[in-house]
């Protein structure tokens, strides 16, 4: 299997990539539905599920395939852990922010609620979140992992970073005594 997805990656990266990356963000979402926020099979929202595996095969996949491709080629230092240090800083500061703005909102509009006041919310504490993770990962990322299998590493990591955006994006779990939503209220883990 893993000599096929090899061969997937050589022949056609970005459809690989970005299917790979839309059955791990599904993944990262029925993590947080049930191992998180603990609703089990007959409260699962797949509609939820569903646009976080269009996101991440729609958007973070071809965008993270292509992102990694450019900083292979345009961040280029005689001193290679000069060279990483820039490409993790401009992954952190460009596409990691970036990517996080449109995921909050884009699944705010996809809701039918407003981008605008999902991005007041949450954007900051979850992009202090990312800062506690992703510079680390990053960093190993472009040190040790081949250009065609970063995507891979991210999306594995991912798995648990998917499940608490996922979270962070459904304002946590509903309170135990109603299942009644409050468009006012947000928390965070």
């Not at 991440?56 to 005689?78: D, E, H, K, M, N």
């Not at 705010?108 to 990312?130: H, I, V």
């Not at 800062?131 to 680390?136: D, G, I, T």
Request: charged share 20%; glycine share 4%; aromatic share 12%.
């Amino acid at each position: 299997m893993l000599a096929w997805y090899r061969l997937q990656l050589a022949t056609r990266p970005l459809l690989t990539q970005s299917a790979t990356t839309a059955v791990l963000f599904a993944t990262g979402d029925v993590l947080a539905q049930h191992a998180v926020e603990q609703r089990g099979i007959e409260r699962h929202d797949y509609s939820r599920t569903a646009r976080m595996a269009a996101y991440g095969g729609a958007i973070f996949g071809p965008g993270a395939t292509i992102w990694y491709s450019f900083l292979q080629r345009r961040i280029v230092l005689q001193n290679k852990n000069l060279e990483i240090v820039a490409k993790v800083l401009t992954d952190q500061a460009v596409f990691a922010s970036t990517n996080l703005a449109l995921f909050l909102s884009s699944m705010a509009a996809l809701e039918g609620k407003s981008p605008k006041e999902r991005l007041s919310q949450a954007y900051f504490p979850a992009l202090a979140k990312n800062w506690m993770l992703w510079p680390a990962v990053q960093t190993i990322n472009f040190k040790f992992v081949p250009l065609e299998h970063r995507v891979l590493v991210v999306n594995f990591v991912s798995l648990g970073w998917n499940c608490y955006l996922s979270y962070v994006n459904s304002k946590g779990p509903a309170e135990p005594e109603s299942d009644e939503k409050h468009d006012d209220e947000y928390t965070m883990p």
